[in-house]
């Protein structure tokens, strides 16, 4: 089992739309969870962090569920450039290695 | 803009050749970990220097070797080349011992190997 699994998409949805992505892990001891992006051929870039309250980002929210091992992604309004691959992401306590899911892609279109 | 800096940005070696990539930390960065992205896939942490040493390992053989020079540089070096490890090389780096939230990722090397 991967430790970090995403539905690879692709999500293909109209501008305005809203998406959501999820994703499990399967490390109980990991402490810090987030979700990067990832545009064709460029770097990943943190997007948002994760908290277990919920945090929200203007048309962004992501949620977290320990006792489930999941966390989410909402993306309220899609705009045309919100297309990209959305990686989640998380770390165990007490070490700085990152494990990445494979990435969801979001192609969202006029 | 980011400031890790990696060079080369593309690069195509032969199977079993050597190869080194390298990598410019942001300023006052003094941890950099390497990862490796397959077409497809998300990235796979390599390993990770602070302070010159290697503090942390993925899963990867020895012919995966590095380093970190006393400006906070690194070199990712991998020998005997495969097929395999045809990939996105990317260099992260950070200031802060313990906190995440300041990892900076370099636009990485894209190894192809033939």
């Known amino acids: 089992r991967k430790e970090v699994e995403q539905d690879p998409g692709p999500f293909n949805v109209p501008e305005g739309a809203t998406v959501a992505f999820n994703c499990t892990y399967s490390n109980s001891a990991s402490q810090s969870f987030f979700w990067y992006r990832q545009d064709c051929r460029k770097e990943p870039k943190l997007l948002m962090s994760v908290y277990s309250s919920g945090n929200e980002d203007g048309r962004f929210t992501a949620q977290l569920n320990r006792a489930s091992q999941y966390i989410s992604l909402l993306i309220r309004d899609s705009k045309l450039s919100d297309s990209a691959t959305y990686l989640c992401v998380v770390n165990a306590y007490n070490t700085d290695k990152l494990i990445f899911g494979t990435g969801t892609r979001l192609q969202v279109f006029p | 803009e980011t400031g890790v800096t990696q060079s080369p940005t593309h690069l195509i070696k032969t199977r079993g050749q050597q190869v080194t990539l390298r990598c410019s930390s942001q300023?006052?960065?003094?941890?950099v970990s390497w990862y490796q992205q397959a077409l497809g896939q998300g990235p796979q942490f390599i390993f990770q220097?602070?302070?010159?040493?290697?503090?942390g390992r993925g899963n990867f053989p020895p012919r995966f070797s590095g380093l970190q020079f006393p400006n906070y540089s690194s070199e990712l070096n991998v020998n005997a080349l495969e097929l395999d490890d045809s990939a996105l090389y990317l260099c992260a780096s950070r200031a802060l011992a313990g906190s995440h939230l300041g990892y900076t990722f370099g636009s990485g090397t894209r190894l192809t190997v033939v």
């Open positions: 220097y602070y302070r010159e040493e290697e503090n």
């Open positions: 300023s006052g960065h003094n941890t």
